[in-house]
């Protein structure tokens, strides 16, 4: 594999990371008056502040929902300003010898507030405990957003801003949530735990600008 690696050699091809900006640039073509729209921008909002994986947000289809794996409505606490979001499997807890928690807070006055989204996303389309967090009415029946909707209707968003679609997909929120922390100053030790990365393979994902490489170079030159 080395050899093969050394003669194709290649760079390769992460998913751009969704950013803040690019996030309000998306609500543009979002209606949250329609039910269906508020349930997309929830799990937007979800996917990137709790940088998760798309298999603990949304199943592959609606008959391999698993309650264990996929996110639920049970599975989210509201305690006054912040959410706690329980996860009883993911990629690195195979054999339930741990319960991930990861917490949101409410955002006062900001569009982006993953709390409000859900609050608003309950309110409108209330479901029971048991139920997939993320579900879309159906002729006066629930069903779940699966992975095929919730990508597609990313690609649907991107490519309405007026971007290449094939430079982004579902893991955009998760390493655009990492370098979003990153910048914002969090240890990066709580960034690996926030994610519920079991290395350091996480660095991988995160954006780093020119001027955060620039600084890097002051600093040496400053000590000097």
């Known amino acids: 594999m080395a050899g093969i690696s050394r003669v194709k050699q ?5 998913a751009r990371p969704i950013t803040p900006d690019l996030l309000k640039e998306m609500l543009k073509f979002l ?4 039910c269906t729209d508020i349930v997309y921008w929830c799990l937007f909002l979800f996917a990137f502040f709790l940088m998760s994986r798309k298999s603990n947000l949304v199943p592959d289809s609606v008959d391999s929902f698993d309650y264990k794996r996929q996110l639920t409505r049970g599975k989210v606490f509201m305690h006054e300003r912040v959410a706690i979001v329980v996860f009883e499997w993911t990629k690195t807890i195979q054999c339930g010898e741990r319960i991930l928690k990861i917490p949101l807070v409410k955002i006062d006055d900001s569009i982006l507030c993953p709390v409000t989204a859900y609050n608003r996303m309950c309110r409108m389309i209330p479901a029971p405990e048991e139920s997939p967090a993320f579900v879309i009415k159906r002729n006066a029946s629930l069903k779940t957003v699966t992975y095929k909707q919730f990508q597609s209707k990313l690609k649907r968003i991107i490519s309405l801003t007026g971007r290449d679609t094939r430079l982004y997909s579902t893991h ?9 922390a990153f910048q914002a100053r ?21 954006n780093f600008t020119m001027q955060e490489k620039i600084s890097v170079a002051e600093s040496m030159a400053k000590l000097l």
């Open 10 to 14: 290649h760079c390769p091809r992460q």
């Open 31 to 34: 209606d949250l008056d329609n």
């Open 172 to 180: 955009s929120f998760r390493r655009g949530g990492a370098s979003f």
């Open 186 to 206: 969090v240890p990066s030790e709580l960034i690996q735990l926030h994610g519920d990365w079991a290395s350091d393979a996480y660095k991988l994902y995160l």
